[in-house]
């Protein structure tokens, strides 16, 4: 079994020991002294978000956030499918979630198919395997797969110092242009009014 996910039991559900998590230290650029979320990021703001979906994968997500439990499975999957207990289910409190995150990343998150508004909570689930430990990985890799799409939706790329001289180049062919038709059309309006335009 995965070191990251060495379970206790507790009747029929899983707590998982948490491993040192990386994300907790990253998470403090989005919170400001008071506590409270910075919603107002600047360009600085920005590139910490960039850095941290970088480093995030599914590893890094504080498993003492989460809760998995385990159901039967259902449908196809032979003799085991209702008798094994081996569906996993994950829930994490966005309350415990979202303080964590970059502010921009909360809406596309509340927005998801994953969020249950009754449990202010997402709720995740997985029974692709009869084993409960890979069903539980595959909760917390689809858990890492939405936080990285609320990045990939919110999170503008960075702009490299050739994209923006390209911008600047285009920007000042469109200002000649613009001029070149404005000189144009001012050439034109003087010659209707000289009759014609000036003799050589």
Known sequence: MNRLLAPRWTAARLVIIPPPSPILSISRAFTNSSGGRNNDLDEEGLKAARQWLQK???????????????????????????????????????????????????DPLLRSRYHAPSSSSLVIQADDSRKQADNANACFQKLHELIVQAGRETVPGET????????????KKEAQGRRRLKEKLSGKKSARRGGGGREE
Do not use: Y
């Open 56 to 106: 995030l994968d599914a590893d890094t997500i504080p498993r003492d956030l989460c809760e998995v439990s385990f159901s039967r499975s259902s449908g196809p999957g032979g003799q085991n499918v209702n008798k094994v207990s081996s569906k996993a289910t994950l829930r994490i409190p966005l309350s415990s979630l979202l303080p964590r995150l970059p502010s921009l990343l909360h």
């Open 160 to 171: 490299s110092p050739e994209q923006v001289k390209r911008v600047e180049m285009l920007q």
